[in-house]
């Protein structure tokens, strides 16, 4: 697993993911919610996780991912 961290405000809530094999599949997590990419993420006050799996289009069971820790400050 990859790991990163990133802070964000109430200005920026969407996620984007997209996989440089165009035949891969992205799977976005906001902890136990999916999340389409490009779509808004609601998150909650202080750390979130969000979990980017990548599937291999020719070998799905080949997955690699990708765990970010978003925290999150109100009324920024």
């Not at 440089?20 to 006050?45: H, K, L, R």
């Amino acid at each position: 697993m990859l790991e990163y961290a990133a802070a964000t405000s109430n200005a920026t809530n969407k996620i984007t993911a997209v996989a440089t094999d165009a035949g891969d599949t992205v799977t976005i997590m906001n902890g136990e919610t999916e999340i389409q990419s490009g779509q808004s993420a609601t998150w909650a006050e202080g750390e979130n996780t969000v979990t980017i799996t990548v599937a291999d289009r020719d070998d799905p069971t080949k997955e690699t991912e990708y765990e970010v820790t978003v925290t999150y400050t109100p009324g920024e």
